[in-house]
């Protein structure tokens, strides 16, 4: 099991950017593909990006499309979410998780996912 941690969550107004981390121990990191889920009180863990564990193939959910940015740097481990144009409905708790490489397919299900961080809130003020 690869060990996740976030960070970078806080409070913005809406328009406004923020960028997460997630910092990887105890595994490879470039055996496992990566993504980033979010949960609003009260709604199901949704999809936000993927990346492959290069970085060569990245998905985006249309909500987040053209606004925010996966990438990730092998050499630190260290995967990251750039968001831009934050809007309130963006509000919720951020995720990462990883997925071990056995395929160059990426995933958009949280079932697909196995390894998971504990999260960090983002809030987008109106």
């Known amino acids: 099991q690869v060990q996740l941690v976030e960070s970078g969550g806080g409070l913005v107004q809406a328009g406004g950017s923020l960028r997460l981390s997630c910092a990887a121990s105890?595994?490879?990191?470039?055996?496992?593909?990566m993504a980033w889920f979010r949960q609003a009180p009260g709604k199901e863990r949704e999809f936000v990006a993927a990346i492959s564990w290069s970085g060569a193939s990245i998905n985006y959910a249309d909500s987040v499309k053209a606004r925010f940015t996966i990438s990730r740097d092998n050499t630190i481990n260290t995967m990251y979410l750039q968001m831009n144009s934050l809007k309130p409905e963006d509000t919720a708790v951020y995720y990462c998780?990883?997925?071990?490489?056995?395929?160059?397919?990426?995933?958009?299900?949280?079932?697909?996912?196995?390894?998971w961080g504990q999260g960090t809130q983002v809030t987008v003020s109106s």
């Open positions: 998780a990883g997925r071990y490489y056995v395929t160059s397919r990426i995933f958009r299900r949280s079932d697909d996912y196995d390894n």
């Open positions: 105890g595994r490879t990191f470039t055996n496992y593909h």
